[in-house]
């Protein structure tokens, strides 16, 4: 099945220290996404590449930085981890949403961030 | 400033107890609003995708309905397993191919 994949699934950090979280799609969407949701809160956009094509949101902390190495393939690199990035973090795909139709957002199962 | 809110934030029913969940928004231009059914600590999940004021789309026991000022998901005979958070989102005109969502309705169906 066509899908959208995190790994891992659960990711404890501590305080300062570099974590990487992977995600992966089976879809060949042209546009991902990097949502941060915490408890009882919406999903709050962090960043998304349509295609190779960057897009930071505004309010979207230095502290977290993106690589799309190829169209199945992104990460999100938290350089710094605080206690306040304690999250899930979640990675959607579409195509160009624009474009109309059935173009809605798929979503992988997210990664559960502790940070000690 | 565009705005999504979604009421009630929390809503319990008994099986069976038909209901309707609001998602209000105030935005410069709709082009799409999606609902999402998220169980705890997954992902959210596509329901629905309503476009124009007048549109309406059904899954099972789910009812999505759209006008100009809001959406409705209607959820009529709930089961359990129809537990979940529900999240609207809408995509806005000159915003690109970002969602802005609502914080969710908790919906919880007791026995």
């Known amino acids: 099945d066509a899908m959208v994949i995190q790994n891992p699934r659960y990711q404890v950090t501590q305080f300062g220290k570099p974590v990487t979280l992977s995600c992966s799609q089976t879809?060949?969407?042209?546009?991902m996404y990097w949502y941060q949701q915490k408890s009882s809160q919406a999903p709050k956009l962090l960043f998304h590449?349509?295609?190779?094509?960057?897009?930071n949101e505004a309010d979207t902390p230095d502290n977290f930085q993106s690589r799309r190495p190829n169209t199945s393939f992104c990460f999100l690199d938290i350089r710094s981890p605080g206690l306040g990035d304690a999250a899930m973090y979640l990675c959607?795909?579409?195509?160009?949403?624009?474009?109309?139709?059935?173009?809605?957002?798929?979503f992988g199962p997210g990664t559960r961030l502790t940070v000690l | 400033e565009d705005q999504v809110t979604q009421s009630p934030e929390a809503l319990r029913l008994q099986e069976g107890e038909s209901s309707s969940l609001n998602c209000s928004y105030t935005v410069s231009g709709l082009r799409g609003l999606f609902w999402y059914r998220q169980d705890p600590g997954k992902g959210p999940e596509f329901l629905f995708t309503l476009y124009s004021a007048g549109e309406e789309k059904e899954k099972e026991r789910l009812k999505a309905t759209l006008t100009k000022k809001e959406s409705f998901l209607h959820i009529t005979a709930p089961k359990p397993e129809d537990s979940a958070t529900y999240l609207c989102a809408v995509l806005i005109t000159g915003g690109g191919n970002k969602l802005t969502f609502g914080t969710g309705t908790q919906l919880k169906v007791e026995l």
């Open positions: 879809l060949n969407h042209n546009v």
């Open positions: 590449y349509y295609d190779k094509d960057f897009n």
């Open positions: 959607a795909t579409s195509r160009d949403l624009l474009a109309g139709g059935h173009n809605e957002q798929f």
